[in-house]
């Protein structure tokens, strides 16, 4: 079956560069979900995006920005990286904004800022 | 407001011997709860969720967690443990308007001693 794509896997950065991390959901899920987790830290919930219009938004600094596109797929552009931004992060996919919160997780990625 | 808590942050156990992770919560309403388990370097992987009716719920990999409202409790257990079970697992909360957002509590690894 298909999962939720996350591109790219593994990404370095410099300090005060940008980054741009995409999420391809399982086909036909409208809504995307992004979560930050730190090196030994549980995941923090960033954003979300329900049929392509924000539908909550977390613990997510002001340098990042997100958005979801009309094929549904979300990108999570990140800019002025620090050394903090450094973490795994993972986007999941699920139908519809609340119910059964039927989603999936994608494999993640991990971002390093040098 | 919503929280989750893992109170073991580490726990060592026997190839064989029974498993108990604990999971506490604190959320206003009718929680919805779940147990993640990561590999290293790995994605969140869904072992079993609770939303409401039988307060046991089987999960995959033989693993199964009891709801108990008065100890604001869902506890992990599994009865014999597999040296493939060595991950970090996360209880996390969700609730019906929450959005499809997850609270997860700080984790707990376990390691499996043959």
């Known amino acids: 079956a298909a999962g939720v794509i996350q591109s790219p896997r593994h990404l370095i950065k410099e300090k005060r560069e940008t980054a741009t991390l995409k999420c391809y959901p399982i086909p036909r899920h409208d809504t995307v979900y992004w979560y930050q987790q730190g090196p030994g830290q549980d995941p923090q919930f960033l954003i979300s995006f329900y049929e392509k219009m924000q539908s909550d938004k977390g613990s997510i600094p002001d340098r990042f920005s997100a958005q979801q596109f009309s094929d549904y797929h979300s990108e999570l552009n990140m800019s002025s990286l620090e050394l903090g931004d450094s973490a795994l992060y993972f986007c999941?996919?699920?139908?519809?904004?609340?119910?059964?919160?039927?989603?999936?997780f994608g494999s993640g990625t991990r971002l390093t800022v040098v | 407001a919503q929280s989750v808590t893992q109170p073991d942050i580490h726990i060592t156990v026997s190839e064989g011997a029974s498993l108990e992770l604990r999971c506490n919560y604190s959320y206003g309403a009718t929680p919805y709860l779940f147990w993640y388990v990561q590999s290293p370097g790995q994605g969140l992987q869904l072992l079993l969720k609770?939303?409401?009716?039988?307060?046991l719920v089987q999960g995959i990999k033989g693993f199964e967690a009891e709801f108990k409202r008065s100890q604001s409790s869902f506890n992990l257990r599994k009865p014999s443990v597999h040296w493939s079970d060595a991950a970090e697992y996360f209880c996390a909360v969700g609730g019906p308007n929450q959005g499809g957002k997850l609270i997860f509590g700080q984790g707990t690894e376990l390691s499996v001693k043959p």
């Open positions: 999941a996919s699920s139908i519809a904004l609340q119910g059964n919160y039927g989603y999936t």
């Open positions: 609770y939303f409401s009716g039988d307060t």
